[in-house]
Structures are given as structure tokens and as C-alpha cells.
């Protein structure tokens, strides 16, 4: 039996179970042209919140981890001058009140990364902000232990939004390395009580599968996406520094944002 799904309020916004919802942005804020330029081109297409990581949990130290503290200004600055709600990512405890103190009480939900799903001392200190939080599942984690994480953050009181992005199989489908989508996965955490949302670009590495799956997310029952999204040159090359192999250049966003409105119909 489906747990009943309480309604999620950020900023002006009622996150409901019966609805979707669609998160865009890019993967890691790089500066404040492109952060407004990526903005100006999803959020015009209707979407409900604004993503974009200034804390970036990267393989390989070298990679560049993001602006840090000023990438949260850029992503407020933009988050305040649209008036949306943004989501950025927390990696460690001292950045909760960090973001909490940046945003200067602009509307914003916490990301915590698959790479820190089962990371029970941060769950729990974001959880007793109060703010909602979008937990990814963990690479390597259960749907039975993501719904054990997820209690360590609604235990002090944020609410959960649960985000299946893929986990580690031996079937790389997308042929990019990347994580292998677990469709029911959405199902069982919705069962569970959670809004669910779908990452489609970190499991399709590749804008075509990125868009494939995200649509199949759709017609599965997602609350809704997060969703990549960078800016593509004329030659269609991303020149991001994160995630570039998978950012939706603003034609692909539209439209499958479009073709995702479809299938919603269709499945409510
Ligand atoms: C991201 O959203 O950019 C990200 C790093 O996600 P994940 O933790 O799912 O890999
Ligand atoms: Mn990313």
C-alpha cells in the first residue's frame, strides 16, 4: 500500500505527489554569464526550480571542484533575479550553514550527491534545518537503504525529495561509463512515501540517452526531472568543465520538456 505523500513547500511552491515537477540548470556554476545565460533559456520554458553546483564532488582531485562560496552568489543572484527556488549541492557539514546564510532567506532545497547518500552525519545536520533536501541515490545503495538514509534527514524535520540518477552495474548501456537507470526504483520510493524525481543526465552521459530516459522516467511515474542543461556552441560542443558530454543544448531541453508534457497527460 502507497504511503500517503505530503505536499513540500519551497518559497512559494507546493510540491505535490500529483504533479510534475522540472529541475534544470547546469552542473556546476562556472560563472555568473553562463549561469544567467542558462537560466534565461530554461527557466523561460517553465521550469520549477534552478540547479547548479558550486561545491562539486569530483572523481579525480585534480578535476575542477567548483567555485565555492562565490558560485553560491552567482546562483542566488540568479535564483533571486528570476525568482525561482534553486537547488545546490551540500558535500560537507560546514557548508550547510554556509548555503543557509548565502541565500539569504531566498527559497532553495539542498542537494546531498550519491556520493555522500550514506553519509549519516551530514544527513542528519541538513536535516534538522527544516530546508528540504533532494537525496540521490546512492551509486551503490538499495531503495530499502536510501529510504534508511532518507530517515535520517526527515527525523530533524527537512522533507525529502528522493532522486534516482542511476547506480553501478555491470551493463553500461550508454557505452559512456556512466550509471545504469533504475526505473522501478521510482516507483518503490514514491511507495515509500517520497516525491520522486529522475536524473536522467548522469546515467545517459550522452544528450540523446539523457533525453530517452528522462521521457521514459516520465511515462514511469517521476514526479519529474533534474536535468543538465549547458551551453552548446555552433558546432553542438558544451565547453563546460563538468558534465559536458551530457548538457542538453537549450533546443534538446525544450524540447523534450515539450514531448515530457505529452507523455504526462497520457500517464496521470
Ligand atoms: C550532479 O548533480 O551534478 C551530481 C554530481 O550528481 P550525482 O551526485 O548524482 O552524481
Ligand atoms: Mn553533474
Redesign the pocket.
Known sequence: MRKEISPIHVGDISIKADKNYHIAGP??VESSQQVFDIAENTISRGIDAYRG?AF??RTDPDAFQGLGEDGLDILFEVGRFYNIPVVT?VMEQNQISLIRKKSKSHPFIY?V???NAQNYPLLRDVGETGIPVIL?RGKGSKVSEMISAAGYITKGGSPVVMCE?GIETFSSASGTGRATADLLAITQFQEAGFITLF?PS?AGGMPEYVVRLALASIAAGANGTIV?VGVVDEQGKCHAQC?AQQALSYGQFTSFLQRAKEIEKLVK
Open positions: 552542473c556546476t553546483g562539486k564532488p549541492e542537494q550527491g550519491t556520493r540521490k540518477r536524473d548522469h543538465e558534465d
